[in-house]
């Protein structure tokens, strides 16, 4: 994840995001928020900014699970080794 897709503190509480939205995709939250407001939640409307949003989710979990992946087999190797 580039840190371009993280917002300021600053900016996400004037955006009111949730804090348990405040994550490494959270710069794309608030204008799909925005978005969604302004188009008053219309499904066909916003698509863009939505899949933007949802790959960068996608991109973060599958960065989480690799991590997760590497430390796990460290950890074998290491119970292998002792």
């Not at 949730?18 to 204008?31: E, G, K, T, Y």
């Not at 991590?67 to 796990?72: D, F, S």
């Amino acid at each position: 994840m580039t840190s371009s897709h993280v917002a300021s503190q600053e900016e996400l509480k004037a955006a009111k995001v949730p804090v348990s939205w405040r994550d490494q995709c959270s710069a794309l939250l608030i204008p799909l928020n925005v978005c969604r407001r302004q188009s008053y939640y219309l499904p066909w409307e916003c698509e863009n900014e939505r899949h933007s949003y949802e790959k960068c989710q996608y991109d973060d979990m599958m960065r989480r699970m690799r991590k997760m992946a590497k430390l796990k087999l460290q950890q074998a190797e290491e119970l292998e080794d002792a």
